[in-house]
C-alpha cells in the first residue's frame, strides 16, 4: 500500500467521530499514559473503571467469555501515528497490517475468540480486550462496515452496519478492559467490531 493511501487512511481515523445507540456495560483495564490511538481507533472513554471481571464471576456459567485479539507493534503504529496507538509488546508493523488487509480483506490476528459458539438466554456475554488496540464488541443484524471507511473499503465491507453508525461513548473497549451484554432472546446473534468489521462472532442462543 502506498504512503498516500495509509495518509488518507489516517486522516479519516484522526477525523471519525462517534455517534449514539446500544445496552451494555464496560469497564476498564490498567491505565496508560496515553489513550490508544490507532489507525483505526477512536478516543477512549474516559469514564471506565478499572479491574475487568473475571469470567469465572457471578456464577461461572452464567458468564461467556469472549476475547479480543490484536497483534499492532507499538513501534511502528506509534511512529505512524503518535504516541499511545498501541499500548501491547511486539508484534505485526503497521505497513504489514496495511498489507494484509489490502490482499486478504482481513487481518488474522485482529479477531474474536471464539468466532463461534452457543450461549442461553440469560447468560452474559464478557469481551476481554487483550490486544493494543480499541475495540467494540457490537451485536448486529447483520454483518456490514465499521466507522472507519476506508478500513471498509479494504475489508470489502461498504456498507456500514446501522448499529456501528449509532455507537455510544462506552461501546469502546481499551486496551485491558471488559464489556458485558447480556443475551436476552433465543435465535442466531452477530457481533462484530465497528473498528475492525471483520473481527466478528456468531452465537446459537437457545432458551434457558
Known amino acids: 500500500m502506498s504512503r498516500n493511501t495509509v495518509g488518507v487512511l489516517l486522516a479519516v481515523v484522526v477525523s471519525t467521530g462517534l455517534a449514539v445507540g446500544c ?73 504489514k497490517f496495511i498489507d494484509e488487509l489490502t490482499k486478504h480483506a482481513a ?3 485482529w479477531h474474536f475468540a471464539p468466532p463461534i459458539t452457543t450461549a442461553k438466554v440469560g447468560q452474559t456475554f464478557v469481551a476481554i480486550n487483550r490486544g493494543g488496540e480499541e475495540h467494540t464488541f457490537t451485536e448486529v443484524k447483520e454483518y456490514g462496515g465499521g466507522i472507519v471507511p476506508d478500513l471498509n473499503t479494504l475489508a470489502h465491507v461498504p456498507v456500514v452496519a446501522p448499529e456501528c453508525a449509532a455507537l455510544e461513548e462506552d461501546d469502546f473497549v481499551k486496551p485491558g478492559a471488559t464489556y458485558r451484554e ?12 465497528c473498528i475492525h468489521p471483520w473481527m466478528r462472532l456468531e452465537a446459537r442462543v437457545s432458551e434457558k
Open 182 to 193: 447480556e443475551i436476552g432472546e433465543a435465535g442466531t446473534v452477530k457481533f462484530q467490531c
Open 107 to 109: 487481518v488474522g490476528a
Open 23 to 95: 445496552s451494555h456495560s464496560t469497564s476498564s483495564g490498567p491505565e496508560s499514559t496515553a489513550a490508544p490511538v490507532s489507525p483505526s481507533s477512536v478516543p477512549a472513554n474516559p469514564t471506565t473503571q478499572a479491574n475487568p471481571p473475571s469470567a469465572a464471576a457471578a456464577g461461572g456459567q452464567l458468564e461467556r467469555q469472549v476475547t479480543m485479539q490484536d497483534a499492532c507493534d507499538p513501534t511502528t503504529f506509534d511512529a505512524v501515528i503518535g504516541a499511545g496507538a498501541c499500548v501491547r509488546s511486539g508484534g505485526m508493523t503497521f505497513q
